[in-house]
């Protein structure tokens, strides 16, 4: 868990009581490729941190087409944001893509930290902001950007992503296809 650890320290100093408390809410597990950590029309109660894997957030439309929303990576946080935060049923589902190691805690748990520690609500904030501002930067380079364009981003934000997982998920996560991403791979 020290790589938890040395995430949460650079957004937020805590004391070493302020850490035991937040890390005591944490347990290791394990997950397959393809196994689940969220499911569409479910309820979410549980935040992980990633100690080493590659996981998707998406959502299927009724005809069954999946589209990707966002990829997590190794040293960040992964949850059904919007289920933990309201109580309300999952929108997206949340696959492995690989084999992955996470610290999972209860989110209710964690809020609970609040009051007696306020410094986890700043970091709560810090995170949100940051997931935020990823969010809004995306959407934006979705509507005004070519796919030429939002892959370049795609490579330089998620290096070595590529090599890793099927190329049909990153066509999804783009809004293209997997032919219209091979051509645009030819072209380099």
Same mark, same amino acid.
């Given at each position: 868990?020290?790589?938890?650890?040395?995430?949460?320290?650079? *957004?937020? #100093?805590?004391?070493?009581?302020?850490?035991?408390?937040?890390?005591? *809410?944490?347990?290791?597990?394990?997950?397959?490729?393809?196994?689940?950590? $969220?499911?569409?029309?479910?309820?979410?109660? @549980?935040?992980?941190?990633?100690?080493?894997?590659?996981? =998707?957030?998406?959502?299927? %439309?009724?005809?069954? %087409?999946?589209?990707? &929303?966002?990829?997590?990576?190794?040293?960040?946080?992964? $949850?059904?944001?919007?289920?933990?935060?309201?109580?309300?049923?999952?929108?997206?589902?949340?696959?492995? *893509? /690989?084999?992955? /190691?996470?610290?999972?805690?209860?989110?209710?748990? !964690?809020?609970?930290?609040?009051?007696?520690?306020? &410094?986890?609500?700043?970091?709560?904030?810090?995170?949100?902001?940051?997931?935020?501002?990823?969010?809004? @930067? =995306?959407?934006?380079? !979705?509507? /005004?950007?070519?796919?030429?364009? =939002?892959?370049?981003?795609?490579?330089?934000?998620? #290096?070595?992503?590529?090599?890793?997982? %099927?190329?049909?998920?990153?066509?999804?996560?783009?809004?293209?296809? #997997?032919?219209? !991403?091979?051509?645009? =791979?030819?072209?380099?």
């Amino acid at each position: 868990m020290n790589e938890l650890k040395i995430y949460v320290e650079k *957004l937020v #100093p805590f004391t070493e009581s302020e850490m035991t408390a937040f890390i005591a *809410l944490f347990s290791e597990i394990h997950l397959k490729k393809k196994d689940y950590f $969220a499911i569409e029309g479910e309820f979410s109660s @549980k935040l992980a941190f990633i100690s080493n894997g590659i996981m =998707r957030a998406f959502f299927r %439309n009724k005809s069954g %087409n999946e589209y990707n &929303k966002t990829f997590f990576t190794a040293s960040n946080f992964v $949850a059904a944001y919007s289920s933990i935060t309201t109580e309300q049923k999952n929108l997206i589902n949340i696959e492995c *893509l /690989t084999d992955c /190691t996470l610290f999972v805690a209860d989110f209710r748990e !964690l809020s609970s930290l609040y009051k007696k520690y306020p &410094k986890f609500e700043s970091l709560a904030r810090v995170i949100a902001e940051r997931k935020f501002a990823l969010k809004e @930067k =995306r959407e934006i380079e !979705l509507v /005004t950007l070519a796919a030429t364009e =939002r892959y370049k981003i795609f490579k330089n934000e998620h #290096p070595n992503l590529e090599n890793q997982i %099927n190329q049909y998920h990153i066509a999804s996560y783009l809004g293209i296809t #997997p032919t219209q !991403l091979s051509r645009i =791979r030819a072209k380099k």
